[in-house]
């Protein structure tokens, strides 16, 4: 498992998010301006400079249950509210898109790539707000220093990392069946033809060698696939033509977008498995790893008169109470249970983030007290 995973699934995963909250704001005709202020809140919390240092520091990675938690916060760092129905297909969405984007990467490296055209798309939603677009930047910056000089096998590292992160989650999206890349499983379909890796020659040609390294004979065979060779390699520069595509904002046009469960399956029946295990030995690091990241975030809270709204993912309030009631319980996102109280008295530094986390100006969207720390963020 590579330590330099994480910044790379959470940049990627929060321009996702960032996509999909887009498309929702102006499909339900959300004014500009308010919708503007929701996604420069969000992008100003995400890159947050205390956060970034936390995030790029070398750590494995952690659970779904944890970043799940991570992204809940960052859905509500602005007047917008996700109920519970929203929050896991917003969340869905995101995850299934990039297991999308890992598996198709043409070589490892370009998970770089997809980074960048998810950063370079952010920029576009803050255009005109120079400070935000000075974090955007400063990132960029992190990321060419610390992976511009990886070789190719953490590259490889990393990616099996984040396809071990997305292994057995086969939530069916209406975008990726339409347009027939994803199964009725689930499962992703891998294409055999087109542009081959940046460095790789087209298949077809075997060439065989002596003992002196010299070339001897070649032979031709007939293969299925219609490949054809890049056109150029992707910049990995802070502006360039990215080349590839992957990363890109598929949400750009109109599109309704749909996620179901799949069917039974042994995946689902390792998930039960794995809901009523007895608690993870590593919820106390896994705490202790968000109260780091929550530490870091700098959440504005809404002033003004200004009151708080609901978006709804779905295309009707029927559709999503139905959604809420049809989901899986083993597919639920539910977080181990720590108890705040003893934590206030314990641990001044996350009684401190714990206060924090109350929103006092929104009496409407205002949490109560809970029981436990994870859950006083869910109620945000």
């Known amino acids: 498992?590579?330590?330099?995973?994480?910044?790379?699934?959470?940049?990627?995963?929060?321009?996702?998010?960032?996509?999909?909250?887009?498309?929702?704001?102006?499909?339900?005709?959300?004014?500009?301006?308010?919708?503007?202020?929701?996604?420069?809140?969000?992008?100003?919390?995400?890159?947050?400079?205390?956060?970034?240092?936390?995030?790029?520091?070398?750590?494995?990675?952690?659970?779904?249950?944890?970043?799940?938690?991570?992204?809940?916060?960052?859905?509500?760092?602005?007047?917008?509210?996700?109920?519970?129905?929203?929050?896991?297909?917003?969340?869905?969405?995101?995850?299934?898109?990039?297991?999308?984007?890992?598996?198709?990467?043409?070589?490892?490296?370009?998970?770089?790539?997809?980074?960048?055209?998810?950063?370079?798309?952010?920029?576009?939603?803050?255009?005109?707000?120079?400070?935000?677009?000075?974090?955007?930047?400063?990132?960029?910056?992190?990321?060419?220093?610390?992976?511009?000089?990886?070789?190719?096998?953490?590259?490889?590292?990393?990616?099996?990392?984040?396809?071990?992160?997305?292994?057995?989650?086969?939530?069916?999206?209406?975008?990726?069946?339409?347009?027939?890349?994803?199964?009725?499983?689930?499962?992703?379909?891998?294409?055999?033809?087109?542009?081959?890796?940046?460095?790789?020659?087209?298949p077809g040609l075997i060439r065989m060698f002596n003992t002196k390294g010299e070339e001897v004979k070649r032979v031709k065979f007939q293969h299925s696939g219609n490949y054809i060779a890049a056109p150029k390699e992707g910049s990995f520069e802070l502006y360039g033509d990215r080349v590839l595509k992957l990363g890109t904002n598929m949400y750009s046009v109109n599109r309704p977008v749909e996620t179901h469960m799949s069917g039974p399956s042994n995946n689902l029946a390792s998930q039960t498995q794995q809901s009523i295990a007895p608690p993870n030995p590593l919820a106390k690091e896994e705490l202790n790893f968000l109260a780091r990241l929550m530490g870091g975030m700098e959440i504005k809270k809404p002033s003004g008169p200004e009151p708080g709204f609901q978006l709804n993912l779905f295309t009707t309030d029927e559709e999503e109470e139905q959604a809420a009631l049809s989901r899986p319980e083993e597919l639920s996102y539910e977080v181990v249970n720590i108890q705040a109280t003893q934590d206030q008295q314990r641990n001044k530094e996350l009684a401190r983030i714990m206060g924090e986390f109350e929103i006092t100006d929104q009496p409407k969207w205002s949490a109560s007290k809970g029981d436990d720390l994870l859950a006083m963020m869910d109620e945000l």
């Open 1 to 202: 498992m590579s330590v330099r995973t994480l910044p790379l699934l959470f940049l990627n995963l929060g321009g996702e998010m960032l996509y999909i909250l887009d498309q929702r704001l102006r499909a339900q005709n959300i004014p500009g301006a308010k919708a503007r202020r929701v996604l420069n809140d969000i992008i100003s919390t995400m890159f947050n400079r205390k956060f970034m240092e936390e995030l790029f520091k070398p750590q494995e990675l952690y659970s779904k249950k944890a970043l799940r938690t991570v992204y809940d916060r960052l859905a509500h760092a602005s007047i917008m509210r996700l109920n519970q129905a929203s929050m896991d297909k917003l969340y869905d969405l995101m995850t299934m898109a990039l297991k999308y984007q890992v598996l198709l990467c043409p070589r490892p490296k370009d998970v770089l790539l997809v980074t960048f055209n998810h950063l370079d798309a952010i920029k576009g939603f803050i255009q005109d707000s120079p400070a935000l677009l000075h974090l955007v930047d400063e990132t960029f910056r992190q990321l060419l220093e610390i992976y511009g000089g990886l070789p190719a096998g953490e590259f490889h590292l990393i990616r099996q990392t984040l396809l071990t992160f997305f292994q057995d989650l086969h939530i069916r999206v209406s975008i990726f069946l339409k347009d027939r890349v994803q199964n009725s499983n689930g499962r992703f379909v891998l294409p055999v033809s087109g542009p081959v890796p940046w460095g790789i020659e087209v």
